[in-house]
T-cell receptor, first 114, second 111 residues
């Protein structure tokens, strides 16, 4: 089954404790992206990757890191989480270029930072 | 000014009603316009897309783009309780390789 998986689905952590949210896709997609979703603000892009070893900032990259060492995986790293990073996070993947309008989303990770 | 504006609702309608969901956008260069649907506790999924101006129909759903007024719409005919979800309009910016989303409109269709 074609899918994007994320782990964990739910995470409660404390300020400053490093964490990683994993994302994996099995569709051989070149393009992968991370979004956060907050009430009233919709989905905002954090980082994206056009292919292996190619990443770039989205609209809200502060406080986040990513890496793309393999085509299928695109982990999101919070080196020192803060309460304003409490949010619902989605990973997405798609084919590259103009076909990136059709993105496949993971089930989401709800993060709470206390 | 936000690049894509969408009324967050919520919108509550009886089963069988015609639903109209709308967004406005600011950049006249955009060419790809999408509607994503998001059920509770799920990720968004692409419902329909339209290239440039015009209408596109898929069953009970019709997507409409008016580039002259920078207005995009989604119409749902004969709405069903299973249509209850959040609907997100989105625009693909090829120059920046990203989707720009509206805030989403939460729709509830009650029997």
């Amino acid at each position: 089954e074609a899918q994007v998986t994320q782990n964990p689905r739910y995470l409660i952590t404390v300020t400053g404790k490093k964490l990683t949210v994993t994302c994996s896709q099995n569709m051989n997609h070149e393009y992968m992206s991370w979004y956060r979703q907050d009430p009233g603000l919709g989905l905002r892009q954090i980082y994206y990757s056009m292919n292996v070893e190619v990443t770039d900032k989205g609209d809200v990259p502060e406080g986040y890191k990513v890496s793309r060492k393999e085509k299928r995986n695109f982990p999101l790293i919070l080196e020192s989480p803060s309460p304003n990073q409490t949010s619902l996070y989605f990973c997405a993947s798609s084919l590259a270029g103009v076909l990136s309008y059709e993105q496949y989303f993971g089930p989401g990770t709800r993060l709470t930072v206390t | 000014q936000k690049e894509v504006e969408q009324d967050p609702g919520p919108l509550s309608v009886p089963e069988g009603a015609i639903v109209s969901l709308n967004c406005t956008y600011s950049n006249s260069a955009f060419q790809y316009f999408m509607w994503y649907r998001q059920y509770s506790r799920k990720g968004p999924e692409l419902l329909m897309y339209t290239y440039s101006s015009g209408n596109k129909e898929d069953g009970r759903f019709t997507a409409q783009v008016d580039k002259s007024s920078k207005y995009i719409s989604l119409f749902i005919r004969d709405s069903q309780p299973s249509d209850s979800a959040t609907y997100l309009c989105a625009i693909f910016s090829g120059g920046y390789n990203k989707l720009i989303f509206g805030a989403g409109t939460r729709l509830a269709v009650h029997p």
